[in-house]
């Protein structure tokens, strides 16, 4: 279920209270406490914009907004989805490197959460992915949405609605040889523990046996786009509930966007 498209809301407005460092790390002042399906943090949400990498990024996200909202239109059917799978080898590493997930966009009805599982590389089977997991963003809640109504908060954040686009969390290494695995976990209860569903990159994984994630190279960088759908059996398949960006590092970029079918228009 949906509300009405009601535009963008805040774009960054860190300004509204300072972040911590610790580390070399410029974390959010507010953190998400939800750990559903008993999943661990590898490391907390750091703020956009604050450090050379997630510059670059940001110096790229005006462009990536403009394409996300063209082609993935609020309450319009994405029929390019089967186009633009994200099959579980679409996200194979072939060389060692410290995947980054930003956080890009809400407009999804419910609160969810993103979590990866990095194992060794495995064809789809019908299962869950296996290896070692990690809970990338606790809730995906986030003021930068199309969720106006019931997510607006003038662009602070609150333990409820934690996220800004272009925060992000730094993960540790793949290895080459090794996969990331995504569960987006949809529709959260009301203490954060459990989803009513959990959707992987193999549909067959998936409770609907439907897909819920599509993915994109908008450019020639290391950058996956990477949408989803929260609705059990798709829903209004607009595949733009949470949207996050994916810093796979260019070696494995280069040999990942040759495996991808869909191109978002430039």
């Known amino acids: 279920m949906k509300i009405p498209h009601l535009g963008f809301c805040v774009v960054l407005g860190l300004a509204s209270s300072l972040a911590f460092t610790a580390f070399g790390a410029t974390y959010s002042p507010v953190q998400s406490t939800y750990r559903p399906l008993g999943w661990p943090i590898y490391d907390k949400v750091q703020t956009a914009n604050c450090d050379a990498k997630a510059q670059d990024f940001e110096s790229r996200r005006a462009t990536f907004l403009q394409m996300v909202t063209r082609s993935l239109t609020e309450g319009m059917r994405y029929v390019s989805a089967s186009q633009s799978k994200l099959d579980p080898q679409r996200l194979y590493f072939f060389s060692d490197y410290a995947p980054r997930i930003y956080f890009f966009m809400d407009g999804g009805w419910y609160t969810s959460a993103l979590g990866v599982t990095i194992g060794n590389a495995a064809l789809p089977n019908g299962q869950a992915p296996s290896g070692t997991n990690y809970l990338v963003f606790p809730t995906t809640n986030s003021c930068y949405s199309n969720n106006c109504t019931t997510k607006q908060t003038n662009g602070k ?32 209860d009301s203490s954060g523990s459990t989803p009513q569903y959990t959707y992987y990159n193999d549909p067959n994984a998936n409770p609907d046996g439907l897909q819920h994630m599509v993915a994109f190279f ?35 970029a280069n040999i990942l966007r040759q495996a991808i079918n869909g191109t978002l228009p430039k």
């Open 157 to 188: 954040r609150t333990t409820a609605v934690p996220l800004l686009s272009g925060d992000f969390v730094q993960l540790p290494t793949v290895k080459a040889g090794q996969q990331l695995a995504l569960a987006f976990m949809a529709n959260l």
């Open 218 to 252: 908008p450019d020639n960088s290391q950058y996956m786009i990477v949408s989803f759908e929260d609705t059990y059996q798709s829903g209004d398949g607009d595949f733009n509930d949470v949207v996050v960006v994916i810093d796979v590092g260019v070696n494995n």
